[in-house]
């Protein structure tokens, strides 16, 4: 019934789907109204059913999605097709009081090293998330973002650097497609250009920023 609070239109409909040559999907909820969805946050069970039955996604844009990234990391791994992801974090004003999507776990898991255990220098044999992505598209809050020094920045980058190969024989070795095409957009805040000008040498890698300055 349309009158229980609990029961939402989206949710529903992304579960009862079944779209097996499904290639693009945009999760647009920046707008997102009752019944449809109340403050754009719902169960994550449904994304799950709907992505575990769309075996040939190969674009995701999650737009304003209120999820945490442990959720977010979770869908993923379902969709090892995905090539081009492109996330819209919340950049408001109340950006401490909603679950955040792009944080260091959620780069941790994108990046081709491990991180906590090896130098950066050596790949690992580990399960690799998105092991096909080339484009990647992220829009974080610099109120988050750009904290304690710029960390999360820091690691972005290396991220892109473990996920870029000089050589096509590289990505057969790894089973990791190279990256091509990355873009961060910082709302509110300037990131240091010594720490982006990393990506300035990379052959073949389009690196643009957007930011405050």
């Known amino acids: 019934m349309l009158g229980e609070p609990d029961y939402y239109l989206l949710p529903s409909l992304l579960s009862s789907l079944h779209l097996p040559s499904l290639t693009s999907i945009t999760l647009d909820l920046t707008a997102a109204k009752a019944p449809f969805l109340r403050h754009a946050a719902f169960d994550p069970e ?26 977010t990391l979770s869908l993923l791994r379902l969709v090892p097709s995905l090539t081009k992801l492109t996330i819209h974090d919340h950049t408001s004003r109340d950006v401490v009081l909603q679950p955040i999507t792009v944080s260091r776990r959620f780069l941790q898991c994108l990046s081709s090293y491990d991180l906590d255990r090896i130098a950066q220098t050596t790949l690992t044999a580990r399960r690799l998330i998105l092991p096909k992505l080339k484009h990647l598209s992220l829009t974080v809050s610099g109120k988050t973002f750009l904290a304690q020094e710029q960390d999360l920045v820091k690691l972005f980058v290396n991220v892109v650097l473990s996920r870029w190969f000089p050589r096509r024989d590289f990505e057969q070795d790894y089973g990791v497609e190279s990256l091509k095409y990355v873009k961060l957009r910082v709302v509110n805040g300037s990131v240091g250009k010594d720490i982006w000008d990393q990506l300035k040498c990379l052959d073949g890698m389009v690196a643009i920023l957007e930011d405050s300055d």
Not at 46 to 71: C, G, M, P, Q, Y
């Open 46 to 71: 449904a994304l799950r059913d709907f992505f575990k039955k769309s075996h040939a996604l190969a674009s995701l844009t999650l737009d304003a999605l209120v999820i945490n990234d442990e959720d």
